[in-house]
């Protein structure tokens, strides 16, 4: 069963992230993609995340693809015009790509290329835009296409915007991203459930799944400069003090992450997991969530 | 107003190394309101100029003018007997103002004093921001009068990237997020309705842009070639 398929099936929907290496050493991907296989619903592979020049989404996608797992394809404005976007999007249905993921996409100085044009001749709305028109075979242009691919696209959003107009303009671009197309919806990680279930009680009428974020916590220190330096993630202090004090470290964020999810399976409608390196440790926290 | 700054002064001193004779020429302009360009930096840089090359023993003769707006031929016709006794001719006004001069004076080459960087406006004593892109199709009248094309990193036109924190910008933390502004503003007026509508993504303009207006026309020219 595909993602669309799992989606409209109404089961809890588990989906799990891999980032791209800096280089051509896919083993340890493959491998890693290997062992959730099977596990989850879909496994989405970032855009250059954090604007870090890397192996391309599109190519790792297709190599999922072909080890039979469904990947969703995150595709960020940063770094195509609509040319380009748009192209991209046919190149990746051709090699059977299904899903997509539009984002706006960090900006060029927050990665190891800083002086690289930033694009953003589109935005998430307009690609969502963009896409459902190729879904009905013309382009951005009104041209027709000859033969016209069918993705399932998906956009994300940031429930822990800080401020009152952040948090406003998030549901509003939320609704703008449903009205574009978006049918399913990922977050920033989720820390505090309480404030996740506000958010979700907010756009409960929007009638788009939404999948809460996980984030998998390394340390007390990574916690730290997330709260610092992530916008929308808020590790709360008691969690950061278990971090602290645990002696197996891994042991402790398997059982964060598995509470986390355990909460979730009542608030919304799956998980996203971004393992950020500990790609091996999804089974286990699914098992430890009771979803396997 | 378009705000510039002056260059580096070894840069500077290396663009004229090879001349004797040189016109600096200041703006009466944008440059003159933010400090940069006007009469009294035409004055300090000539002296600046003067003692640097004075010391190589390397002696110039420096000339100041300052005309009211050199991106406007009426006015740099009035420097033409001047700039004929030179070398060279410094310009102190934004790239505009060199080109016009440039164009006027064929024989003459013209240099640039200053980098010019942007439409902008003060923000407090000794700060100027950028505030408009120039794009050629104003949006304001629907984003309460602060601009997303100039004022937001991305030049996002549907709304805030989720990048931002404490309502700063997830580029520059000095820098508020031009859609917060956005969203206070149109709050504040009653018209957060602005915030829902999809808007069209902005067009490249093709380069150079151009304005033609008939009405103010004498008589039709065709464009010229080199
Ligand atoms: S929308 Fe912004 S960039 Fe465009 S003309 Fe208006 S202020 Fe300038
Ligand atoms: S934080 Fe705000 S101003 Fe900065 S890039 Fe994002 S939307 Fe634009």
Known sequence: ?292 | MIVAEIKPFEEIKNMIKNYQKVLIVGCGSCVTVCLTGGERQVELLASALRMARKIEGNDITVGELTIRRQCDPEFIEQIKDEAAQYDVILSMACGAGVQGIAERFKDIPVLPAMNTMFLGVSDGQGTWVEVCAACGDCILWKTGGICPVARCAKGLVNGPCGGSQGGLCEVSKDVPCAWQLIYARLVRLNLQHFLKDISQQKKQPVRPRRLVREDLRLKKEPTKGV
Request: aromatic letters at 6%; glycine letters at 10%; a negative charge.
């Open chain 1, 1 to 292: 069963m595909g993602f669309r398929e799992a989606l409209y099936s109404g089961k809890f929907l588990i989906t799990a992230e891999i980032g791209p290496v800096k280089g051509t050493e896919i083993d340890v991907l493959l491998e890693d993609a290997e062992l959730i296989k099977g596990k989850v619903d879909a496994i989405n592979v970032t855009d250059l995340q954090s604007s870090v020049m890397r192996l391309g989404s599109m190519a790792v996608c297709h190599l999922l693809k072909d080890h039979g797992i469904d990947p969703i394809f995150q595709l960020t404005c940063r770094d195509r015009n609509r040319l380009a976007l748009q192209s991209d999007l046919l190149s990746a249905w051709v090699l059977g790509i299904r899903n997509v993921l539009a984002l706006t996409g960090d900006h060029p100085t927050m990665g190891d290329h800083p002086e690289a044009m930033p694009v953003f001749d589109l935005d998430s709305v307009s690609l969502l835009r963009v896409i459902c028109r190729l879904n009905e075979g013309f382009d951005m242009g009104g041209n027709q296409l000859k033969g016209a691919p069918d993705f399932f696209p998906g956009a994300v959003v940031n429930p822990g915007a800080d401020t009152e107009a952040a948090f406003e303009m998030q549901i509003i671009k939320m609704e703008k991203k449903i009205e574009a197309g978006a049918r399913f919806f990922q977050t920033q990680g989720i820390f505090d459930l309480d404030l996740f279930e506000r958010f979700m009680k907010r756009v409960e009428g929007f009638k788009t799944p939404i999948l809460g974020g996980i984030i998998l916590l390394k340390s007390a220190g990574m916690a730290r400069f997330m709260n610092k330096n992530v916008a929308g993630v808020f590790v709360p202090e008691p969690l950061i003090k278990a971090m602290e004090e645990t002696k197996d470290k891994v042991k402790t964020s398997i059982e964060i992450a598995a509470r986390l999810i355990k909460g979730m399976k009542d608030i919304c409608q799956g998980i996203h997991i971004m393992a950020i390196g500990m790609e091996d440790k999804v089974p286990v926290i699914m098992e430890k969530a009771g979803l396997l």
